[in-house]
């Protein structure tokens, strides 16, 4: 996972949740159905916010190679006290893997659980309390909520409560609900359905920079039938969703030249060539305003949706109005297009331009270079190389020559005009078939075991290298978030709201309690 | 002046200066023929000189007040030792205007010489000796050449030596040249042959802000039949130069917004509107690649060059092919069309382009606005404020509203696309007909008493505010420059090279006496 993108779902900027005014008051979820009957008893509710505290409290930043395997050690401890055969992988020069195997005795298939267990590294300055003091409190920290204890918890669950720590939702939250699914069928003496592995890690939010090889040299270890990927949030609407893809990504820097020299404006301009405003033509090229790529043949691989994608697509409650509100947006690109319509289409995103100067600094001069910077977002079944081989393709087709090394003055002198690329990394995008047994047993499970009505989203704008766990390992992947949408994951404050985790434990017990009796051929 | 742009001829970028590759030896000028006989004698030579040390010696920025006015008592004192009729006029708040007079007995035409006497800030560090204490060279700095005294000169001039310090071109050189033309002609005993009147301003390096009032204010003491900017550099091949106009510049500042934030590229992307996207296909339908400015009727207003400009088109030398390589360019805009033909039309000038980030802090987010700063140079007859409407009308074709403030987000989420301009100054383009008296007389009275090869350009592709002139003192105004293309004006190591001192003294010389008996209604 060497090319993971630095900001996949959810990732890095604030903006993705800061989507409050989205938010319908908080029960638009309703009501979760815990796995065959019964509910979370508030004793089962304590300890898992006891374990969860003792966890949070353990620094989890990937590069503090101490604390991320006394993370891992104390991972495994949580995993064997729960009778999950944990062993500790060793990655070469990084953090450690935490592997776990649970055999279900009569079991035909093998569910792999993923998550992580670091954390983005924080800013303890910006955080209401430490990152790595959790603090639960009786709401969030903007409505100046009390700090309570665990043992404060009502009977109810204390739903709208929240603990406050880094990894509360990303991912510890998520490991924790896990393993506590299985205490609670443990509890209600249901057996797992089906055979499960767990590959906990401890890399991703610094790139997933040494998984990759561990996963081809250990294979057999990580074998299995279906993987859930456990991240993300749930639905704005905090209805729970189940996500069947996500684009993939592509990232291009292209600078194109002047003179090598900035040249006074009036006694050269419009005679020494503006890269400026050869850049201003070789993007608009490349994209109309709304939206649509215009590099020729970039949408020929695009795999249309199919009918059961789009009537998945309905599930998706309609936030446009709120998000143009929130955004200050007076139209969107694709006229009255859904968002979530637009985001099964690629992409080409400026995230990035620069030339010359401009504001107090611009000088009346022809700049020597222009820059963009561009992320392309894929869909199925767009390669990055194939993208990479359009562009460039196009970009001949225009007359340019695309390089990619820095020229000496010389070959800038002899030859026509030169457009140095930087390709980034990129992985391609991946939808699982709504068709895919794995697939279509788990949405099954879910909403036979819930009342809540679960968005089904094809595929997640953002990106997430499932196509390569799916390559990698040969086996479906959907993505099943729990936390809420506005956990402040990545930022200061990283929060769980405790409704999330309760359900987030409710529907991984219904998963392994059910998954395998629906999960045909 | 207060709009007087900072990078008129020859200003602000080295570029401008660094055209050694163009130079063809040195000696393209050709001799200059001393007005009506007679050569500069050595003994006068070396009292310019010892004149010219003495006023270098006074720093002369503009916004030291103190030495500013030294430099103005002593320029009055130059003056009124010849016999002219010297006055310091203060401006409000700005620093002295050195006006003079002369009166030529029988004279019917009165000739404005206008110079200024301050020169650029200066960067001590990097001159190679101090850039008040005037150091004269056999050489230049760049051939190691050894320091010299103005009693070493030779009988020949010292053609290549160079004196340096702040102002040794740009223009205390010039002013010198003038008024010791003055002297030899009394030498020569020939009286000149119009009225002269002296304007020499100190804060023209910082913008000229408190000259446009006193214009106004004594416009009568002003009152001439013509003007001589004396000011900027001869051709780069050596040869000397009149320039009978320059563009007029204009600049504006565009932007463009999308949403209030920055997005996750991935959630977000192809629905919240990309402003760089927007910003490049604005850009594009502003100018084509190829320097062609495509807002609709910005031609109209375009005068066409008359024969007689094409005709002194001619006379500018060839230098497309050394600039090429010089600055490392493969094409230029306008295809196989001359530097010279390329500056007489109207240009836009994309001087710099900024959203998001590029290179290492790029993000794969949507940015939240996009900028664009462009220069436009102008022709007779465009104005400013016509390239306003028309940019303004364009832009409301293709849906954009112009406003001039920052928006709130209430209101940048109710109306369509806004666009943010900031116009900054300008002033339109001048170009004196060929048929002028004053600019035939001029040309003609040099003609006749050198014999080098004017470059005769109808126009200067830089601007120089002479269409202001113009307008203020109702009169033509045609650029005479003499100083070497190489002085490095405004940067360290100004220097003026002795052959084009002494052919100044001489075509002022030449101007003076010959000047009044060619110049007919």
Same mark, same amino acid.
């Given at each position: 996972m060497g090319n993971r993108n630095p900001m996949r779902v959810g990732r890095g900027l604030a903006a993705v949740l800061l989507l409050t005014a989205v938010v319908s008051g908080g029960a638009a979820g309703g009501r979760t159905v815990p796995a065959e009957g019964g509910r979370l008893r508030p004793e089962r509710m304590r300890a898992v916010l006891a374990e969860f505290v003792e966890f949070l409290s353990i620094p989890n930043v990937s590069s503090d190679r101490q604390n991320i395997r006394r993370n891992a050690e104390h991972l495994a401890g949580m995993m064997r006290r729960r009778g999950v055969e944990a062993r500790i992988l060793e990655t070469e020069g990084g953090p450690p893997v935490v592997f776990g195997e649970w055999k279900t005795p009569g079991a035909r298939r093998t569910l792999l659980v993923y998550a992580h267990y670091d954390g983005q590294p924080v800013d303890p300055a910006a955080w209401t309390s430490d990152p790595w003091r959790p603090v639960l409190r009786a709401g969030t920290v903007a409505e100046q909520a009390a700090v309570v204890l665990p043992g404060d918890l009502p009977a109810d669950g204390g739903n709208e409560w929240r603990l406050y720590g880094r990894g509360a939702s990303d991912d510890k939250g998520t490991i924790i609900a896990a393993l506590a699914a299985l205490d609670v069928l443990k509890e209600r003496r249901m057996p797992p359905s089906v055979n499960l592995k767990f590959l906990f890690e401890g890399e991703e939010e610094a790139g997933s920079g040494h998984l990759e090889p561990l996963l081809k040299a250990e294979a057999s270890l990580f074998e299995a039938d279906g993987m859930l990927f456990c991240d993300g949030p749930v639905h704005q609407t905090r209805r729970p969703q189940i996500v069947f893809g996500a684009r993939g990504v592509l990232s291009l820097e292209l600078t194109v030249y002047g003179p090598d020299r900035a040249l006074h404006s009036g006694h050269y301009g419009n005679w020494a060539p503006n890269p400026a405003a050869v850049l201003t033509h070789l993007l608009s090229s490349f994209r109309d305003r709304d939206g649509r790529v215009l590099v020729p043949g970039f949408y020929d691989d695009v795999r249309p949706l199919s009918p059961a994608e789009h009537e998945a697509l309905q599930s998706v409650p309609p936030v446009e109005e709120e998000l143009r509100r929130e955004f200050g947006l007076a139209w969107t690109e =694709? =006229?009255?297009?859904?968002l979530e319509e637009r985001v099964m289409l690629p992409a080409l995103n400026i995230r990035g331009l620069s030339s010359g100067n401009v504001g107090r600094t611009a000088q009346n001069a022809i700049p020597t270079e222009a820059t963009a910077s561009i992320d392309f977002r894929l869909v199925p079944d767009q390669s990055p190389a194939g993208v990479r081989d359009l562009v460039e393709k196009h970009l001949r087709s225009l007359g340019f020559t695309p390089v990619r090394t820095e020229l000496s003055a010389e070959e800038r002198r002899r030859a026509p005009q030169f457009v140095r690329l930087t390709w980034g990394g990129g992985y391609p995008a991946y939808r699982v078939s709504l068709d895919d047994a794995f697939a279509k047993a788990l949405l099954q499970t879910l909403e036979e075991s819930t009342d809540a009505a679960f968005v089904r989203l094809p595929a997640l704008g953002g990106s997430i290298p499932m196509a390569v766990f799916a390559r990698l390992l040969d086996l479906p992947v959907v993505l099943f978030p729990i936390a809420n949408h506005d956990n402040n994951q990545h930022g200061p404050d990283e929060n769980i709201r405790l409704k999330n985790l309760w359900d987030g434990v409710e529907m991984y017990a219904a998963i392994l309690a059910g998954l395998g009796g629906r999960w045909r051929e």
């Open positions: =694709g =006229g009255s297009a859904r």
